[in-house]
């Protein structure tokens, strides 16, 4: 058996897989909620996720040249067919994309005039989000897709639903690894976008060294002879945003013939957002693409079927119906959907019933799973010698958990495994607790609490409970316990000393110095310490450089640079700053 093989093409429903492994359908849905995946027997599963699974089981997996799960993209394909006689337009959909500091929030919260930004750690948009915009009597939706490497899989869903993107690049940085990343998606999805240059307002700027950078990817400005739309913004200081909004529906206009929703068809959209929400329970955002959804309705999310109790727009307002374009709330549901899975209004009640009996199914063999997964891990413990890291991982999103586990797996394990205990959403509960302590495990929190019961258990238990609003933070703590149980011990190196002549702006926990470096060299990206008259009084992350009006990586003793730091206290002018590498003894 191990020897057969089996071709797989992009997507295959996971009952046609099962017949192709000759295994019960049961058996492979227990080896998918191993390994994180919850999937029906109806349901489809990627080639990625599917193949893995197979060459675990020890199959030869190879890559049919069928076309990727025919059933499932026409029926989809149906699904959004537009009857061209009861076509009528629809507001535009448009994906915000680009580097993770180009200032995505701050557009969007300019656009929008609220004020999202306040209180988000690290600056950085930690869940996708959509709105809509209102502009000389026309509507604009835009989904707000988080600009970090480690959230590549949810800014893909992000450009799949999208009708426009705009692909933001700041005029102090330019061309950056993560817009070439967002650039490949834009084109991949077929997008047509505009490039909104911001942060013009900044002194010193140079466009068109950003429309030169463009221009070598393949960008060239209308200007410059090319085809990209190109706008000179400034978020911060709402210079011609009105402009860029003009010229998102100029680009909507010469796309009108796509831009259409049959109102009369049953409702189809996708879930862009979910989470458990303390009071209302599992809660979806879902953007309509054809059809009106209405209160009341029962709705097909992935192989679940759920009846639409209530429904909110983006403002928090109670709605009985959504319009296609339209992001809306979904309340009352019975679990959290999946990010990307697609929401379609049921008729048939045949079908209705054949959803309900699979969802319990599906419920008992998670249970069942559950049960004895710490049993699994203890004799999994005792069969390899290879030490090993547990983690429970809890967070309030599952875009959230998708983009930790995403990073958690590019983690060198060559010393130590890794191991995913459990992952779920909400706070940390007791039963989280008391599954730590069994598996001996660290319980992780992203963007959670931990209940009071939870908080006494730990202390009894002596479980190390860790909680983080910055993924980057989470990761660093996991590396540094892969570290220490590997018994690597590590060492801080100074790399080179600047001392600081002028202090240019000053942010919310950042800073822009110009200073000297007076010996050996600094590079950004790094950790430094700040030192006033010899005192250490902070540690401070650098996060870029700036020579001769240039975005450098390093600079070396006798130069004179300029230097954006993140961190609490302020620094003036005569500190010296000391970059420092931590890094294995």
């Known amino acids: 058996e191990g020897n057969k093989v089996i071709q797989i093409s992009e997507r295959i429903v996971v009952k046609e897989l099962s017949k192709r492994m000759g295994m019960p359908v049961t058996n492979l849905i227990l080896e998918l909620i191993k ?3 919850m999937a029906s027997l109806n349901q489809d599963i990627d080639f990625e996720t599917a193949s893995i699974i197979a060459e675990d089981l020890g199959f030869k997996v190879e890559k049919s040249e069928e076309r990727a799960g025919a059933a499932h993209n026409i029926d989809y394909g149906k699904l959004l067919q537009v009857d061209k006689k009861n076509a009528v337009p629809r507001p535009p959909v448009v994906v915000v994309m680009g580097h993770v500091d180009h200032g995505k929030t701050k557009l ?28 000389g009597g026309r509507l604009l939706t835009f989904i707000d897709t988080p600009g970090h490497e480690a959230f590549s899989a949810m800014r893909s869903r992000g450009a799949q639903v999208a009708d426009i993107a705009i692909l933001i690049v700041a005029a102090d940085d330019g061309v950056q690894p993560q817009t070439i990343e967002a650039v490949a998606h834009i084109r991949q999805a077929g997008l047509p976008f505009i490039v909104a240059i911001n942060k013009i307002d900044k002194p010193g700027v140079n466009i068109d060294k950003v429309k030169s950078d463009l221009a070598n990817i ?35 206009d010469m796309e009108s013939d796509k831009i259409v929703a049959d109102e009369k068809s049953l409702a189809v959209g996708t879930i862009i957002e979910s989470h458990i929400d303390k009071g209302e329970g599992p809660v979806a955002t879902a953007l309509i693409h054809n059809g009106i959804l ?40 019975k679990n959290v959907p999946l990010v990307g899975e697609i929401l379609q209004v049921l008729a048939d009640r045949k079908e209705i019933r054949k959803l309900f009996k699979n969802r319990k199914e599906l419920s008992r063999l998670v249970e069942q799973h559950q049960a004895t997964k710490t049993e699994e891990s203890e004799s999994d413990e005792e069969k390899k010698e290879k030490p090993q890291v547990n983690l429970i991982l809890k967070a309030d999103v599952f875009g959230s958990i998708e983009a930790i586990i995403e990073s958690l797996e590019k983690i060198n394990q060559t010393r130590v495994k890794l191991v995913i205990i459990k992952q779920g959403l909400g706070n940390i509960t007791e039963k989280d607790v008391e599954q730590a302590a069994t598996s001996k495990a660290y319980l992780l929190g992203f963007n959670v609490k931990m209940t009071a019961e939870a908080k006494r258990q730990a202390v009894e238990e002596n479980i190390e409970i860790q909680l983080f609003n910055v993924i980057y933070d989470l990761l660093l703590f996991v590396e540094e316990e892969i570290k220490r149980v590997a018994g690597v011990e590590m060492v801080e190196k100074t790399l080179g000393k600047l001392k600081v002549l002028k202090i240019f702006s000053t942010g919310k926990n950042w800073q822009i110095v110009g200073g000297r470096v007076e010996s050996g060299k600094i590079m950004s990206d790094l950790m430094a310490k700040i030192y006033r008259g010899g005192e250490l009084i902070e540690q401070a992350q650098v996060v870029s450089l700036e020579a001769g009006k240039e975005i450098v990586k390093e600079a070396v003793a006798g130069q004179e640079c300029g230097m954006k730091i993140k961190g609490i206290v302020e620094i003036k002018g005569g500190d010296e700053i000391e970059v420092i590498k931590i890094e294995e003894k």
């Open 294 to 333: 209405k209160k009341g309705e029962i709705v097909k999310i992935g192989e679940r079927a759920n009846k639409i109790r209530a429904m909110k727009n983006w403002k928090g307002e109670a709605v009985d119906r959504a319009m296609p374009s339209m992001p809306v709330k979904i309340l009352g549901l």
């Open 108 to 135: 969007l919260d300019v656009i929008r005039q609220t004020n999202i930004m306040e209180g988000e750690a690290g600056g950085i948009t930690q869940h996708i989000g959509a709105y809509q915009v209102e502009k």
């Open 35 to 37: 390994n994180g995946v």
């Open 218 to 252: 393949g960008l060239a400005a209308e200007d410059w002879g090319g085809k990209t739309i190109c706008v000179a913004i400034s978020a911060k200081q709402n210079l011609h945003i009105d402009e860029l909004l003009e010229t998102l529906f100029l680009v909507a």
